[in-house]
Antibody, heavy 117, light 111 residues
């Protein structure tokens, strides 16, 4: 059974940093691209970033480019999102998702990030 | 880069069919057959319902179908059931600087 479990969310002040983690199981993690997608409270979904199997290619939404960094550790079956220079508008539930060809076929339950003073 | 455009809400009665739209541009919906649809219940993670415009993942009811014409993708749910009441999001690959776009979501109400 595919499982994606996010962690690392919490309350952080504007300008602060946070690192999210996603533990994957039930599939060959190293063989698939992975994504982060977020959802602000009461709002729609927004793709944040994705990363190739070997970490050699990474892509970001314009809204987070230069502030967020996606990475992975295939030995630990883990995906990460380093978030710096956080803003109030980054407040959201952050989901880890498995990329299967040109879609996200499995999603975790999410971890909540709140940026507030 | 603008998100894809979805109606805020649609509604239908049990047993009826409904169709919701997802409007993009030639740089996303119209240019690629990489449109997906997701179902989301309050407080839950999204669930993939349709991928590559019209393909259903294993386990998804055949009542759900997808199509595309030009820059507009559509999700049709036939034989509407109370359990279908949820938010639905479309997504597409984009040749723009943000590679993956989502629509703003459509709230489906089963009357």
């Amino acid at each position: 059974e595919v499982q994606l479990v996010e962690s690392g969310g919490g309350l952080v002040q504007p300008g602060g940093s946070l690192r999210l983690s996603c533990a994957a199981s039930g599939f060959t993690f190293s063989s698939l691209w992975m994504s982060w997608v977020r959802q602000a409270p009461g709002k729609g979904l927004e793709w944040v970033a994705n990363i190739k199997q070997d970490g050699g290619e990474k892509y970001y939404a314009d809204s987070v480019k230069g502030r967020f960094t996606i990475s992975r550790d295939n030995a630990k079956n883990s995906l990460y999102l380093q978030m710096n220079s956080l803003r109030a508008e980054d407040t959201a539930m952050y989901y880890c998702a498995r990329d299967q060809a040109f879609t996200r076929d499995y999603w975790g339950r999410g971890t909540l990030v709140t940026v507030s003073s | 880069q603008s998100a894809l455009t979805q109606p805020a809400s649609v509604s239908g009665s049990p047993g009826q069919s409904i169709t919701m739209s997802c409007i993009g541009t030639s740089r996303d919906v119209g240019g690629y057959n990489y449109v997906s649809w997701y179902q989301q219940f309050p407080g839950k993670a999204p669930k993939l319902m349709i991928y590559d415009v019209s393909n259903r993942p294993s386990g998804v009811s055949s009542r759900f179908s997808g199509s595309k014409s030009g820059n507009t993708a559509s999700l049709t749910i036939s034989g509407l059931q109370a359990e279908d009441e949820a938010d639905y999001y479309c997504s597409s690959y984009s040749s723009g600087s943000t590679h993956w776009l989502f629509g703003g979501g459509t709230k489906l109400t089963v009357l």
